[in-house]
């Protein structure tokens, strides 16, 4: 049974940093690709940033260009997103999730996490 879960969620102000990780178990997690969507409030869930299975490729929304980064562990079967210079509009339920291959598409991944709460304030 393939599990995702996110972790690393908050409050923080505006201007600053959380880092998200996305623990992978039932599934051989070096072989796939994985991404970060969020989902605010009354909005649909956007692409935030995916990287290849073997790290050498990664994409990212550019409302985060610049500001956030993904990366992993294969070793450890973990997803990370470090997120810098955070604002308002970030706030949201991140998730992490799976898939075959590099996608901006959610319809594209398979398994996902349960998500977890990062609000900026103001």
């Known amino acids: 049974q393939v599990q995702l879960v996110e972790s690393g969620g908050g409050l923080v102000q505006a201007g600053g940093s959380l880092r998200l990780s996305c623990a992978v178990s039932?599934?051989?997690?070096?072989?796939?690709?994985v991404g970060w969507f969020r989902q605010a409030s009354g909005k649909e869930r956007e692409f935030v940033a995916a990287?290849?299975?073997?790290?050498?490729?990664?994409y990212y929304a550019d409302s985060v260009k610049g500001r956030f980064t993904i990366s992993r562990d294969n070793a450890k079967n973990t997803l990370y997103l470090q997120m810098n210079s955070l604002k308002p509009e970030d706030t949201a339920v991140y998730y992490c999730?799976?898939?075959?291959?590099?996608?901006?598409?959610?319809?594209?991944?398979?398994?996902w996490g349960q998500g977890t709460q990062v609000t900026v304030s103001s």
């Open positions: 039932g599934r051989t997690f070096s072989r796939y690709a």
């Open positions: 990287i290849r299975w073997s790290g050498s490729s990664r």
């Open positions: 999730a799976t898939d075959s291959a590099l996608s901006t598409f959610s319809t594209d991944y398979d398994y």
